[in-house]
């Protein structure tokens, strides 16, 4: 069971370890041994990590200039890059991918709700902390099934329409039915990490601030917009970028087994089209191209936000 | 100070519970038909069962071959995991204290990949590993696990580490101790609870996936348990108990996790996550 991998990264290890035994005879001092020591211990994570990922990074961007099915392969140059900014299917995905984004609003603010309230140690606060993350500890599958089971045409939230005197409703078989019924898992399952971030920065505000306000006569409203959030603007915009960054690349699990990118394309997002491209579709030279675009997409956004965020900082 | 008043205490307490049973109801809505009958639940979806009936985890465990399932699972997710976790503590330590020409370059390498979203690399790693035979494979799987693991627990563990005072490691040293006296001795019971932090996340991550774990063990009796089950769940649309069973089943192992080790991760997510 030898990694054909490590194999791979061999040669890179021989000058290495022969200048190691060199110095090694010309009895190197102890910071000189440290370094070694240190470097060896290093080594297996990062042949590891370069074999596994540095490598196949430069592999996906070769792949995206070929058009192949994985067994045949022909270099085309920028041929895939031109099609997927030219195809209209791609924009309309990007559209989709964005009303996904409806979700993260409502994440952060029950998040934030959530936090601000269990900062105020009511009885019982740790059990409700634990009960609001639990979600998170989930797999996307099974909340994408249970949220599917929940909506479908003969299902419980259907059954109670009924019961109530109105129409049912087929939720995966309309385009913003079905996407409103994925965001509402996306805020059910995201909530409650977003409140844990939140209530760590929280937790590091100097209460002498709070004391210090209270003496001045601030109420409630002016210490929650003077203090609170001024103090965990960080943990914010850790939180926005996260769910961002997770909003273009992480949605797969869920739109994989609620809706499997239907009705027709209109719930399908860049990650699972990259999965549709490369394995149901055998263009892995396309999906490699989407792919590379979409992380250019999210590092830019990543990077607008995050110096926005820190723009504000300052002010 | 933050501490409100009785009265607005109790108006607090009512909105985390009305909170609390949004997050909670559903769960329990699954328990409850998991364990009805399909007549029962068609009758009556909601309320409790007339009887409690085990029938449908019966039927799965025994018309899915979820044992194979799961012994695959245990064999994947826990050799990874002590994998990840080896490799991770020793270069952790080593970029912690003990610092070599190139192990700042090698630190933000790692730091650089950690961001990297999982479909750049879905399609070559798929080639890579189909190109040496190991699509279909569990040690196929179990490398991918192990690699996209590495970066963020060597990234967790060098902040743990680097909280090991210095006076005790040099102490060490002066009384003759090795690289790995110091490790095992110092360091690893020093970083105990971080460990332990790292290894219930990452066990969370591996269990739960399903991008990987579905493309690369494609054949029915090669499936981890995560990903039979969600092709379970997503056949019998009209066999809701037997669905609610695979869902109890896959989100079981978890939540008991959590209950176990929440106070680890409490600390673990924010300290882990960023917030630096």
Known sequence: ?????????????????????????????????????????????????????????????????????????????????????????????????????????????????????????????????????????????????????????????????ISLGLTPINFFARANMAILVVVLALIWAGFGYAMMILLSGLMAIDTDLFAAAEVDGAGWWQRFWYIIIPSIRQQLAFVSIINTLYTFTSLFGFIFVMTAGGPLYSTTTLDYLVYQKAFSAYDMGQGSALAIIIFGVIATLTIAQSKYLRNDDGR | MRKFKWRTNTIVLLALLSVA?????????????????????????????????????????????????????????????????????????????????GSKAINWSFIAVMLLPSQILIIPIYLLLSKFSLVGHLPGLMFVYIGTNIPFGVFFLKATFSAVPDTILDAARIDGAGFFTSFFRIA?????????????????????????????????????????????????????????????????????????????????????????
């Open chain 2, 21 to 101: 049973i949004t997050t909670l109801y559903p769960l329990f809505y699954v328990v409850m038909t998991s364990s009805r009958t399909l007549e029962d639940y068609n009758k009556n979806a909601y309320g409790l069962p007339k009887f409690f009936t085990l029938d449908s985890y019966r039927i799965l465990i025994n018309n899915y071959s979820l044992d194979t399932a799961a012994r695959n699972t245990i064999i994947v997710v826990g050799l990874s995991l002590a994998t990840s976790l080896i490799f991770s503590s020793l270069a952790g330590f080593a970029l912690a204290k003990y610092d070599f020409p």
């Open chain 1, 1 to 161: 069971m030898t990694s054909p991998a490590v194999v791979e990264v061999g040669p890179s290890r021989g000058p290495t370890f022969a200048g190691g035994r060199k110095s090694r005879s010309s009895r190197g001092s102890l910071t000189r041994q440290k370094q070694r020591i240190g470097f060896f211990a290093t080594l297996p994570a990062f042949i590891v990590v370069a074999s596994l990922l540095f490598y196949p990074i430069g592999y996906a961007i070769w792949i995206s200039f070929l058009k192949t099915d994985g067994v045949t392969s022909k270099f085309i140059g920028f041929k895939n890059y031109v099609d997927i900014f030219a195809a209209p299917l791609v924009h309309q995905v990007f559209l989709t991918n964005l009303k996904f984004l409806v979700a993260i609003p409502v994440v952060i603010f029950a998040g934030l709700f959530t936090a601000v309230l269990l900062y105020q140690e009511v009885w019982g606060w740790r059990f409700f902390r634990i009960v609001f993350f639990l979600p998170s500890v989930l797999s996307a599958s099974v909340i994408g099934l249970m949220f599917r089971s929940a909506f479908t045409l003969n299902g419980p939230i259907n059954s109670a329409l």
């Open chain 2, 188 to 276: 690893v019971p020093n970083a105990a609870a971080g460990i332990t932090t790292l290894a219930v996340l990452q066990f969370l991550g591996m269990w739960n996936e399903l991008l990987y774990a579905y493309l690369i063990l494609p054949d029915q009796e090669m499936r981890l348990l995560t990903p039979a089950l969600a092709s379970i769940g997503g056949r019998y649309t009209t066999n809701q108990p037997l669905v609610a069973a695979a869902l109890c089943i896959t989100a079981t192992p978890t939540l008991i996790l959590l209950a176990m080790s929440s106070k680890y991760l409490v600390r673990g997510v924010p300290t882990g996550t960023g917030s630096s």
